[in-house]
T-cell receptor, first 108, second 114 residues
Framework: EDQVTQSPEALRLQEGESSSLNCSYTVSGLRGLFWYRQDPGKGPEFLFTLYSAGEEKEKERLKATLTKKESFLHITAPKPEDSATYLC?????????FGTGTSLTVIP | KAGVTQTPRYLIKTRGQQVTLSCSPI?????VSWYQQTPGQGLQFLFEYFSETQRNKGNFPGRFSGRQFSNSRSEMNVSTLELGDSALYLCASSLTGQAFYGYTFGSGTRLTVV
C-alpha cells in the first residue's frame, strides 16, 4: 500500500536550535518527492522538489535530502517565522500522496 | 501573476444540505486537483480534472463530485452533507496535471457542517 509517514508529529525548538524532520515513503513508481510549508488557514506553499536519491536542495535555513526510502528536512538555526506545518508529498502519476505533516514551533 | 483562487473562504452548512465550492486555477493551467484536509487524515486526494475530463478519482463516496469548465475553472459539489465532511478543501492547479512538476495550491475553503 502506498504510504507516506512523517515524524515527529510535532516539534518545539528554541530559536537557533537546529533539527531534522523525517519523511519515509513506500510509494511505488515514485516520480518526485515534494516538501511544502503550510501556515494556519492557508494552502500549502511549495518549498522543494527532489527527484533522485542523493539529491539535496537548500533554501535559506532549510535543506532537503533524499534517499531511496526517506527524505529529511534539516532546519539550521531556526527563527520564530519558521513556525509552520511542514508537509511531505510523493508524486505518482497525476496524484500526490501526502504525509500528515510535522507541526514546528520555534520559541524565541 | 494571479494565484489559485478559491471561493468562498468559509462556509457553514447544516447536515443534509449540499454545497458547491469553486476554484479558479492559475491562468494557462489546465489541470485542477481537489484535496480534503482534516487534522486526523491529512490531505486526501479527491479528484483531478484536465481539459474538462476527470482523469483520476480518490477513495471518496459518490456524494463528492466535481466538474471543470472550458476556461479550466472547477467546481466541487458535496451532497447530503455529514458532520465528518467538515474540513479544509484545497484546490491545486498545474500546467499538465503531472504531479511530477508540482502543484500550486489555493488557500482553501473551510467547510463546517453543523
Amino acid at each position: 500500500e502506498d504510504q507516506v509517514t512523517q515524524s515527529p508529529e510535532a516539534l518545539r525548538l528554541q530559536e537557533g536550535e537546529s533539527s531534522s524532520l523525517n519523511c519515509s515513503y513506500t510509494v511505488s513508481g515514485l516520480r518526485g518527492l515534494f516538501w511544502y510549508r503550510q501556515d494556519p488557514g492557508k494552502g500549502p506553499e511549495f518549498l522543494f522538489t527532489l527527484y533522485s536519491a542523493g539529491e539535496e536542495k537548500e533554501k535559506e535555513r532549510l535543506k532537503a535530502t533524499l534517499t531511496k526510502k526517506e527524505s529529511f528536512l534539516h532546519i539550521t538555526a531556526p527563527k520564530p517565522e519558521d513556525s509552520a506545518t511542514y508537509l511531505c508529498a510523493v508524486a505518482r502519476g497525476n496524484q500526490f500522496y501526502f504525509g500528515t505533516g510535522t507541526s514546528l514551533t520555534v520559541i524565541p | 501573476k494571479a494565484g489559485v483562487t478559491q471561493t468562498p473562504r468559509y462556509l457553514i452548512k447544516t447536515r443534509g444540505q449540499q454545497v458547491t465550492l469553486s476554484c479558479s486555477p492559475i491562468s494557462g493551467h489546465r489541470s485542477v486537483s481537489w484535496y480534503q484536509q482534516t487534522p486526523g487524515q491529512g490531505l486526501q486526494f479527491l479528484f483531478e480534472y484536465f481539459s474538462e475530463t476527470q482523469r483520476n478519482k480518490g477513495n471518496f463516496p459518490g456524494r463528492f463530485s466535481g466538474r471543470q469548465f472550458s476556461n479550466s475553472r472547477s467546481e466541487m459539489n458535496v451532497s447530503t452533507l455529514e458532520l465528518g465532511d467538515s474540513a479544509l478543501y484545497l484546490c491545486a492547479s498545474s500546467l499538465t496535471g503531472q504531479a511530477f512538476y508540482g502543484y500550486t495550491f489555493g488557500s482553501g475553503t473551510r467547510l463546517t457542517v453543523v
